[in-house]
Every structure is written in C-alpha cells, then in structure tokens.
C-alpha cells in the first residue's frame, strides 16, 4: 500500500531491532502518526487498545511483541509469560493464537542464546507470510470481481463491513486485497464501506486506505447497507474474519451477520476473505468461539475531528444509559457463498475448506 | 409521558394561540428546550431539520403550521400556499400529507374568517386523536408483552429502532406504547435501544425517554442487533413507521429492514406499531414509497456532549470521502409478524389490514 505515494508496510522493525514501528491507528483518519514500540507491554498495549487491530496484524504485532520480550530476557521462563500476556490481550482472532504457538514452538527448542535473534527473524516472517498470503488472496478474489466486470461491462460495487484493508494486516489486506488487485489492473470498481460502529473502522480506516490508494468509494451507515442491496447497488460482499470454524462458520466485526442476512436475501453473493491463519480447525463451528465484550463507552462515547482540527471524544447517550458493546458477531456457513483463501476460493463448509487444506483436515479430525 | 415527573406533551398551542411549543429534539438527550413556532416559516423549518420529527408528530406539526399560517392570512390561496410548503419539507412520513389533506377538506368550504379559529381547534383535535390513537395501540402492544410474560415469568425483552416513543408523537409513542403500558401494568420489561445512525434517535431520543420513565434500557450498536437476537436476548421487536402501504410494507428508520431479517432468521416476532394515518391505502406496495435521501453530512459528522458539557460537531470520515444518506428502508410485509393498529393487531396483509379498516380498503381499491 501507499501512503501519500510511497510503498508502506503497517508494522516494521526498527534497525537494530530496538524497536517496532506501527501505525497508531486510533488517530486516523484525522492523523497518520507512527509509534514505536519497546517493549512486551508497548506491544501488548498498543493490541489491547486497538493501536494495531485486524486479525493479521494482531498476529504480526504478537510475533514481535515476543521478540521484543526476549530481547530484554531470552529464558524459556519469559518466552512463556511473554506469550501469555500477549494472548490475554485480546480473544476473538485466532492468528493472535497461531502467532503465539508458531513463535513458541520455533523458540523454546533452541538454547536461549540464539532465541532473541531467532525470534526477531520469525517475526520477520510472519510478516513476509502475511504478505503473500493476501496477494495471493487478492488474485483469487479479483477473478471474482473480474467476473462481474465482464457480464456487466460497468463499473463493479463491492460492499464491505469494518476494515479487512491493508490496515488490518501487514500489507494488501485480505477483503481489500481483490478490490486493490482488481483496480490496478484496470477493472473500474467502486467500494461501499459502511462505516462499522461503535469503533468505525470502515469510516476510519477503509475509507481512509481506500483514498489513499484512489479507489472510488462511499461511507454509509452501517444501517443502510440492506437498502442498498435492496436497490441493486451492490455486486459482491467480501469481508475479513477474526475466525473461522472448521465448518466455515465466520467470526467477523460486529454487524457482519446483518450484512450476511441482506445479502441472501437479495441474491448478493458474500464472501469472506480467511487466510489459512485465521482458521480455527480445533473447532467444529462457530458456537465455540470466544466473542469479546469491549468496554460500554466505545458506544456512549464517539471520537472524531472538532472544525479547528482536534481530536475529541463526544458522548452520545443520556449519562443514565447503560450500553452493551459485543465486538464481533458469527455468520453461519449458510450464508456465506464462498471463502477466499490464498489456496483458491472454496465453498463454506468443512469439504471445501478441507479440500484446500488437506494437512490441516487432520489435525481438525484429531482434536475435534 | 413525564418530564421529571411532569406530564408533558411533545407540542401544544401556546395561549391565544400565538404560538406553538415544541421540545427541539435535535439538543436532546444532552439538553432539554422548549422552542416557540411563531408561523408556518418556524414549523416547516422544524420539521425539515428535525426539531421534531417522527410521523405522528410530523403530521401534528404540519397541521399547526396551517394554523399558524391563517393567523396571518386566512384566504384560500394562503391556506393552498401553507399546505404546499409544509408537504414539500420531508417525503416519506405519509401522516404529513394526512394532516394537511384534513385540514384542506375541514378548512377551504369555510368562509375566510371562521378558517383561522377552525384551524386551531382542527390541529388541537390531530393531537388529541393522536393520543388516543397511541393509546390505543399501547393496550393492544401490551398484549404481546403479556403473553410473554406470562410464558416465562421473567423480564420480557423488547428491541427497537430509532425512536417511535412519546418524542415521535403527541404522546405515549407508537412503538414505544406497548412497552409503556406494560411497564405501568407491573410488567417487568427490558428495551434494547439501537443507536440508529446517523441521527442517532435511538441513542439520543429513546434511551432519554425511557430514562425519564424509569423504563430498564441498554443502548446498542445497530450493528449488535443481529448477535443479540442470535443468543436469545430479544423475545420482540417492535418498531414504529412513516409509512405503510395497503399490503402491510412498512418504511421506516433505515436499518429497520436488516432487524426483520434477523428476527426472521432467529425466529423472534417482528411487530410493526402503525396508527390508522400512516397507513397509505394509495400504494399496493412499498415500492412505491419514496425514501429521503438526506445530507451526506447525518453521515461523515456526528454530534455529542464534550466533557466541558458544550454540544459539538465532530467529523468521522476522511475529507475525502463521499457518503450516502437514505433515511428509510423498506420491510417486506413477509418479515413482518404482526401490525399493531389501534384496532387491534393484525396480519400484515392486505387482507389484515382491510379487516381492520372496512372504509379504507374500498378507496384503496378506487384508487389504486
């Protein structure tokens, strides 16, 4: 992705490994503001509070967070406690687990001299992997849009729910990635970004990365995204996902259930885009996984841009209001027309899934 | 509906009728002011940006408007004038046109100088007829509360959109009715209050009332109602309309129809509150119902209390971006369980609604 022309990765590592770089997400659209961070703990808070958010870049952030805990101590004691305090951070997305694991299985064989450098390398990676993974995701959903290009022969509408762009993983994006794809090579496409309250990342963060990148797009309220379908605007839906189930069930932001439900109900295809990462094969479906309850306020309170350029927070509801705030929904496999993988696009059941990942239908069977 | 306490209407003629008091909503729920109409300038300005909005209390507003524009000219072209200019300020609530078609058909027989008295006493009458109406479908609302209640013999749980309580109407509210009623019948009742972007009415307007009558609420992204429902947290949904068409369509608040289809899809009851003046027996369908489109602004700012307690402006989205603002969608009548009418409740079919409505199913058949 570019910002403001030049070629840009979400996270890097500083040189001399002394630190991580991230984009501090919780500023934009209104500020583009890097943060470095020096620690597990920078790490962990910058996932706990959404600094860094999508379920790749949750990975890749997790990957560094313990190269960055090693770097202080390299003893197996703090490879476990760094991959403990790392994975309380945040429950829904599994890459945050697979991250982890990947990490901890490299490490912990390896006496704790070579740990630190090691770590740093497979935190490199991680990153790499993530970026192919989504190119590879972009190529085959682009054939999807490309489809709609050649029947219609007019610009092609994709509607999307929260960010599942460049922002949400180290590079490309994964639901992004066949609208970017598609776009440079020439398919005029326009992209429908409901604005995903209560933390907005569509608003925010898509619009903002789709901007940059001069695609055409509109911000609705999340509310309006079944009308639109109702009125034919829309071609395809391709979202991103937190986790999936074995059974192709899909944990997504909130509200990605509604838009699942408007599509069936229109004839609109829905896709989800699932790098092989983010699929859970311990669980048999959706039912088991874990649905984040963030804090009340991300719905009372709202933050945006004041006329004279600040940021502020703004509160919404009357003080005597309480609010509940689940983070993610799940969409049963029934709904979903397809799932763009970086293997190909498959149909949403544990056959199709299993198909595309023959080494990891095992390991399901074993532990299921 | 009470005010801290007191038994207030949402609008009422000042004496001598100089003027008519509104509450302007569009200050709520961060403060509480009355505001004076002082001629049809003042009320179609109100209805236009919201000061008061919901169909009932459009459809009240616009006919004082007529009588504020006969206190200064009661001739026929004036009041042809008056009514032309309230009914281009919003398009889809079908009580505007209603209220202005009655005081038309009561006011141009009459001879110029008993109109303005007529006027006043025609618009007192809307009013008052409004909160019978209101009444009337909260007893029968209430009903469906019951037979909840005496199902499971705990809280019931009730979810609506945007707000189609008292604030909506000259009192009691529509959708808002049952559960006020069944709240005051001892009923322990629970409302799931979606925020309802853009404008937030949800947020802003039904959370404050139910605050004020101390009804149990919890405020929710529009985005959770799908997840919420999912897990068993919702026994009905009723929300209110601006517009019914003869075979039981219902438009209403955008965001509306993705909550019928997640009712539909977790088998909960999905209840329309609809007075007799919003049914349109003009159209066969809800195609034919024309949808706001309002200002892409509703969409990229939003407003909200500072901690300082000012009430700001506050921008979402990129400056870059465009946004698109459709106030209304259209609920299939197959979504939709039952209307609650101020006759009874009925099937939303045509057949439901002409048995509710003898009169008005043979002028549908006339004109449709």
Redesign the interface.
Known sequence: MNINGTSTRTIRPLPDNYGVEIIDQTLL??RLEFRTLRSLEDAAEAISVMRVRGAPLIGATAAYGVALALSEDSSEGRLELACERLMATRPTAVNLRWALERMQNRLTPLPAAQRCEVAWSEAAAVCDEDVMLNQSIGRHGAGLIKQVYEKTSRTVNVMTHCNAGWLATVDWGTALAPVYTAFDAGIPVHVW?S????R?QG??LT??E??QHGVP????????????M?HGLVDLVIVGADRAAANGDIAN???T??KA??AR?NGVPFYAAVPGPTIDWRLNDGSGIP?EERAADE?????????NGS????????S???????A???TPARLVTGIITERGVCPATREGLSRLYPEAGTSSRRTA
Do not use: C
Request: aromatic content about 4%; cysteine-free.
């Open positions: 659209p209104h970004v604005e995903t309250r209560p907005n608003a925010a619009a903002w789709l901007a797009h509109t911000v609705i309220a999340d509310n309006a995204a079944g009308h639109i109702q932001k909130i509200g259930y509604l439900l408007a109900d649905i719905v009372t309170h709202i933050q945006g841009q004041m006329e940021v502020t927070s703004v509160r919404l509801t009357p005597q209001s309480d609010a509940a705030n689940p993610f929904d799940v």
